[in-house]
């Protein structure tokens, strides 16, 4: 299919003018997108899609006329104010959720189509970093993490346990791997989170404020960490935040107002 629709872009990159550099150089123009796929790696299509929600008996529209298309190996930010519907894309890709109209597809499978177990198996190869995906109080950060394993059943057993000291210390957290969430602040807890999403490999990682809880330095090496695995893993995330550092690991940044996309931005 052929679609042409006109998409305003601004693309920020670091020029040579006369010779000189000059950083950071905000460029907006209009572009003409044909609809055209080839060649392109798309792991997440969202297309036209609306998400409403019935609210004492009002109509709230979380998401109106929404496109996206996300390629393998980009790290995408979702930027916007509270309310604006970053969540409610988070939940509609990675399948905990429903459009009320559009599609979305990730992978190649249009979600709508899948069975409860496909999409069960496909939720299993995301790594999900989310505030509500609460870690079991009773298990260690070791034991946390090992669960992530035992329910994708990907890995072979004998290389769980290094498998879990490396994303334990991948997070910074080698000295607490023995302690219980209740032992560990809200920022640790969070990366537990974060090292649980990271054991199993994910190709895509669907991340809801995750840097939300953290000082600033930590933050900083959680997405350096997410940045690295795009750089030379190939792995794409998808991330709502409003830590405006975020900005700088992105290579694609979209402003979110009213449940639709604002701006789109693309570092170069
Ligand atoms: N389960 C729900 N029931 C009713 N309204 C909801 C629900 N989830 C989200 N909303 C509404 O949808 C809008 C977008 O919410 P959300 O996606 O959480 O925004 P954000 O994550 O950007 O803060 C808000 O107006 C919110 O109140
Ligand atoms: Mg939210």
């Not at 669960?147 to 910074?172: F, H, M, Q, T």
Request: proline residues 3%; positive net charge; charged residues 25%.
């Amino acid at each position: 299919m052929l679609s042409v629709r006109l998409l305003p872009m601004v693309i920020v990159a670091d020029y040579r003018f006369d010779g000189k550099l000059v950083r950071n150089v905000k460029l907006t123009c209009m572009i003409a997108d044909y609809g055209l796929r080839i060649m392109r790696d798309i792991v997440i299509d969202v297309a036209g899609v609306e998400r409403t929600f019935t609210l004492n008996g009002r109509e709230v529209k979380a998401l109106q006329n929404l496109d996206m298309q996300i390629e393998r190996g980009s790290m995408v930010v979702l930027m916007g104010p509270s309310g604006s519907g970053k969540t409610t894309l988070l939940n509609l890709v990675g399948g905990l959720d429903q459009p009320t109209r559009g599609t979305v597809t990730v992978e190649g499978q249009r979600l709508d189509t899948l069975n409860g177990q496909a999409l069960a198996a496909l939720r299993r190869r995301i790594g999900f970093i989310f505030q509500s995906f609460a870690l079991m109080p009773t298990a260690s950060a070791y034991e946390n993490v090992e669960l992530a394993l035992r329910l994708s059943g990907e890995l072979p057993r004998k290389e769980w346990d290094g498998r879990i000291r490396r994303c334990i210390a991948a997070v910074g957290l080698t000295t607490w791997i023995d302690h219980r969430p209740y032992e560990l602040s809200g920022g640790q807890q969070q990366r537990v989170a974060i090292a649980r999403a990271l054991a199993i490999r994910p190709r895509l990682i669907l991340a809801d404020e995750p840097t939300g809880d953290l000082d600033s330095k930590t933050g900083e090496q959680i997405l350096g960490l997410l940045r690295s695995l795009v750089r030379h893993e190939a792995v794409t995330i998808l991330m709502a935040t409003h830590d405006p550092a975020a900005a700088d690991f992105a290579t694609d940044l979209y402003h979110l107002r009213d449940g639709t996309i604002a701006e789109r931005v693309m570092q170069g």
